[in-house]
């Protein structure tokens, strides 16, 4: 008779834990002796990645441990008995013959109404009237769009909201983020000119506040961008500006390399906020690389709500000495930690592009620091 058991994965950490926390008194050992050594774990490190990385589970919806009854988070459990089949077409009825033309109606006026408004703030020419019309404005019709995908919201903290032109800087998941952000405050947004939807909404949303888009070529110019943030920030009748340093959408399960550009600013405040989205009844994580905003909007459209808990955490300032990098570890790790996420070190960039030279090269660094701390590159061994 056959048990079958689940075999718990034991993940190593011996290359890790060598290149980071090897011990400098250490006895010298022969150098032939120590590389043989050291292949061994880094081809079981490099079978691990293989097998199950930290980067591409990243960039995947998370794998929920029971089924919510919605076909995109598993097909399979459909056709397990009829008592399941009948309730997943029960509900495949209701969330697409009810709540979707509810929804979507919802968001029709939420976006119809945002676009009247902000066509009428921007003519308003006093800057004192305008600010204030326009943080109630948006306020409301981000609401109302959030109704629109059912959005279950909990802001915590909220002593610690950001204040006029300071940088709040969030982790990543879909640009439901900002909609459900701008529930409880109005940002100024940052970011890339987008095309479709998505640049509809931008050119509403610049007509009655100032946001920072910018082209495709500008981005790749990092003392121009940092220029505009900078000056925003310098300005007290600005709003304070809502960034996400990721850069990249990732699944809501970890928190990757912050980019230090909005770190690098002078004298400007960090007002982190921890977003923990609880995909049970639905996944706000968005795949650029496989769905457009429409599906994606679809998708949240027919799920069954968007819960997310918000956290304000008090405001952070750059300590004396401390790197724009340093810094934005420190950020990221705040975030990482309240918001229950795995702190990652990789660039989310990762997603798109190749291992950039400049990583393995970081990495061929440290590898020589440990030889050349621990290796013996004599005929002799003391070890």
């Given at each position: 008779m056959y048990s079958y058991t689940i075999i718990e994965r034991v993940k190593t950490e011996t290359i890790h834990e060598k290149l980071h926390n090897f011990d400098e008194h250490t006895g010298k050992r022969n150098i032939v002796k120590l590389v043989v050594d050291d292949s061994f774990d880094f081809v079981m490190a490099g079978i691990e990645a293989i097998i199950d990385d930290q980067i591409t589970k990243s960039f995947r919806a998370e794998e929920?441990?029971?089924?919510?009854?919605?076909?995109?988070?598993?097909?399979t459990y459909t056709h397990i008995n009829w008592k399941l089949?009948?309730?997943?077409?029960?509900g495949f009825l209701f969330r697409y013959f009810f709540l979707f033309p509810i929804r979507f109606v919802t968001f029709?006026?939420?976006?119809?109404?945002?676009?009247?408004?902000?066509?009428?703030?921007?003519?308003?020419?006093?800057?004192?009237?305008?600010?204030?019309?326009n943080h109630h404005a948006m306020c409301?019709?981000?609401?109302?769009?959030?109704?629109?995908?059912?959005?279950?919201?909990?802001?915590?903290?909220?002593?610690n909201r950001a204040v006029k032109s300071g940088i709040c800087v969030a982790n990543h998941t879909s640009p439901t983020d900002v909609l459900i952000l701008s529930c409880d405050n109005c940002y100024a947004m940052i970011g890339q000119r987008q095309e479709g939807m998505l640049g509809l909404m931008q050119q509403l949303l610049s007509r009655s506040a100032d946001h920072i888009w910018f082209e495709r070529t500008e981005a790749n110019d990092r003392r121009k961008?940092?220029?505009?943030l900078q000056d925003h920030v310098d300005d007290p009748n600005k709003l304070p500006i809502l960034i996400f340093p990721e850069g990249t959408c990732i699944n809501n399960t970890s928190v990757m390399m912050f980019k230090k550009g909005s770190f690098e600013v002078v004298g400007s405040t960090i007002y982190p906020i921890a977003m923990k989205y609880d995909s049970r009844l639905g996944d706000a994580f968005w795949n650029s690389s496989e769905q457009?905003?429409?599906e994606y909007l679809?998708?949240?459209?027919?799920?069954?709500?968007?819960t997310c808990d918000v956290w304000y955490l008090p405001a952070i300032s750059r300590m004396d000495g401390e790197s724009a990098i340093d810094f934005a570890r420190r950020v990221k790790h705040t975030i990482a930690e309240k918001g229950g996420l795995?702190?990652?070190?990789?660039?989310?960039?990762?997603?798109?592009?190749?291992?950039?030279?400049?990583?393995?090269?970081?990495?061929?660094?440290?590898?020589?620091?440990?030889?050349?701390?621990?290796?013996?590159f004599s005929g002799s061994s003391e070890s």
């Open positions: 929920l441990a029971s089924w919510n009854l919605l076909t995109r988070t598993s097909f089949t009948f309730l997943w077409i029960a029709f006026v939420g976006f119809s109404l945002m676009a009247l408004l902000t066509f009428i703030i921007g003519f308003i020419p006093n800057k004192r009237i305008k600010s204030f019309l409301m019709c981000m609401r109302i769009l959030a109704r629109s995908i059912s959005a279950i919201i909990r802001f915590k903290n909220r002593e961008v940092i220029q505009r457009s905003y429409g679809f998708q949240m459209m027919t799920s069954w709500a968007i795995v702190d990652l070190e990789w660039d989310g960039q990762l997603k798109r592009t190749k291992v950039p030279p400049k990583l393995i090269a970081e990495h061929q660094r440290l590898y020589w620091g440990y030889l050349s701390n621990l290796a013996s």
